[in-house]
Nanobody
Framework: QVEMVESGGGLAQAGNSLRLSCTAS????????MAWFRQAPGKEREFVAS????????KLSDSVKGRFALSREKGTNTVFLQMNTLKSEDTAVYYC???????????????????WGQGTQVTVSS
């Protein structure tokens, strides 16, 4: 069993920063591809950022490119989403995901990930 633990959500003013953390623990025999998705009320879950198993490849959605950065602690299943210059439209529940066999060219797709966290709320006030 793999457990996903997220932290770092909360309330921020527009223009400020937040940092989310996520760790996959338990029966993790390898380093996994990991990602963040988000879901705002009344909207579908959308891709935010992904990082491959060794941290060599990251992908960001167009909506956060230039403002967010995703990194991972080397050799572990712990990732950090640094969110800068936050906007009100970044308000959502953010979900961390991990995948054993995630394809790099499809790392922005929900079904590429087997393990999901409970989600952490990010609220940006304007």
């Amino acid at each position: 069993q793999v457990e996903m633990v997220e932290s770092g959500g909360g309330l921020a003013q527009a223009g400020n920063s937040l940092r989310l953390s996520c760790t996959a623990s338990g029966r993790t025999y390898n380093t996994y591809a990991m990602a963040w998705f988000r879901q705002a009320p009344g909207k579908e879950r959308e891709f935010v950022a992904s990082i491959n198993w060794n941290g060599g490849i990251t992908k960001l959605s167009d909506s956060v490119k230039g403002r967010f950065a995703l990194s991972r602690e080397k050799g572990t299943n712990t990732v950090f989403l640094q969110m800068n210059t936050l906007k009100s439209e970044d308000t959502a529940v953010y979900y961390c995901a991990a995948g054993r066999n995630t394809r790099v060219d499809r790392s922005d797709e929900v079904h590429e990930y087997e393990y999901w966290g409970q989600g952490t709320q990010v609220t940006v006030s304007s």
